[in-house]
């Protein structure tokens, strides 16, 4: 893959696996476009990096999605990919009445109509480079998860959407990438063998160079194995575990 001239927009730079993307693809000479909420963290990053563009974007606005296309056309034409990283993920009980509706919103904004919309909007000019749309999606939505039911959801929908996009689009090609439990501040009380960031990013992005259309991460390899011969025993093995994660969480606490 082309790295001289080529440059990477990665959505959630600042932190966690999309941090990590930013550092290997600045190491193999990719120049970096990065958005995040936190102009602070954007600056900070700057700072560490040279080769960083950070621009401040609220992926759940819009307005703001837009800005960002515009923001990237006037820093290059060059671009190669984009990689779908940003994603927020809530636990809440489902209960009628307790008031949820903003975060129900924000969470779909983030994690799916985000996504979708800069792969729509950043479409024509990947499409000029022959160039790639990461997808990050996540074990979850292969396995549900009671205590997070609009996370998996959200990640499922962007997993067949990123399948399904593949027919219409031949100019771009569409990666999803199937993240495991990674140790990033959004997954901070959630288990405890997790990957780290680097590690998850470095297989992202050999996947990506690979030609690959899926790439599962970590242990996520076994999903479709697992998921064909004993599907209902793995969610329920999950789901144990979980509960059992929050209630040592509760007595720690």
């Given at each position: 893959?082309?790295?001289?001239?080529?440059?990477?927009?990665?959505?959630?730079?600042?932190?966690?696996?999309?941090?990590?993307?930013?550092?290997?693809?600045?190491?193999?000479?990719?120049?970096?476009?990065?958005?995040?909420?936190?102009?602070?963290?954007?600056?900070?990053?700057?700072?560490?990096?040279?080769?960083?563009?950070?621009?401040?974007?609220?992926l759940a606005d819009?307005?703001?999605?837009?800005?960002?296309?515009?923001?990237?056309?006037?820093?290059?034409?060059?671009?190669?990919g984009l990689i779908?990283?940003?994603?927020?993920?809530?636990?809440?009980?489902?209960?009628?009445?307790?008031?949820?509706?903003?975060?129900?919103?924000?969470?779909?904004?983030?994690?799916?109509?985000?996504?979708?919309?800069?792969?729509?909007?950043?479409?024509?000019?990947?499409?000029?480079?022959?160039?790639?749309?990461?997808?990050?999606?996540?074990?979850?939505?292969?396995?549900?998860?009671?205590?997070?039911?609009?996370?998996?959801?959200?990640?499922?929908?962007?997993?067949?959407?990123?399948?399904?996009?593949?027919?219409?689009?031949?100019?771009?090609?569409?990666?999803?990438?199937?993240?495991?439990?990674?140790?990033?501040?959004?997954?901070?009380?959630?288990?405890?063998?997790?990957?780290?960031?680097?590690?998850?990013?470095?297989?992202?992005?050999?996947?990506?160079?690979?030609?690959?259309?899926?790439?599962?991460?970590?242990?996520?390899?076994?999903?479709?194995?697992?998921?064909?011969?004993?599907?209902?025993?793995?969610?329920?093995?999950?789901?144990?575990?979980?509960?059992?994660?929050?209630?040592?969480?509760?007595?720690?606490?």
């Amino acid at each position: 893959m082309s790295t001289s001239s080529s440059t990477v927009l990665i959505t959630g730079g600042t932190s966690g696996i999309g941090r990590a993307l930013v550092e290997l693809y600045l190491a193999d000479g990719w120049r970096v476009i990065t958005c995040a909420r936190s102009i602070d963290a954007l600056t900070a990053l700057e700072r560490q990096f040279s080769g960083v563009i950070g621009i401040p974007c609220d992926l759940a606005d819009r307005e703001e999605r837009r800005a960002l296309l515009h923001h990237v056309r006037e820093s290059t034409d060059q671009l190669q990919g984009l990689i779908n990283n940003a994603g927020i993920q809530m636990s809440y009980p489902y209960e009628a009445g307790t008031g949820h509706t903003l975060d129900i919103e924000q969470e779909i904004a983030i994690n799916l109509t985000a996504p979708i919309d800069l792969g729509h909007l950043f479409g024509s000019l990947l499409a000029k480079q022959r160039g790639f749309i990461a997808n990050i999606t996540s074990a979850l939505a292969y396995i549900p998860k009671g205590r997070s039911p609009l996370y998996a959801g959200t990640k499922a929908g962007l997993s067949l959407y990123t399948r399904s996009i593949r027919f219409q689009h031949p100019g771009v090609r569409f990666v999803e990438i199937v993240m495991p439990l990674v140790d990033t501040p959004l997954a901070a009380e959630r288990g405890r063998d997790k990957l780290s960031p680097i590690e998850a990013a470095k297989q992202a992005q050999a996947g990506i160079a690979s030609g690959r259309e899926t790439v599962w991460v970590g242990k996520t390899k076994f999903i479709p194995f697992l998921n064909r011969f004993i599907p209902h025993t793995l969610t329920r093995l999950i789901n144990k575990a979980d509960s059992a994660n929050v209630r040592t969480q509760r007595k720690e606490a």
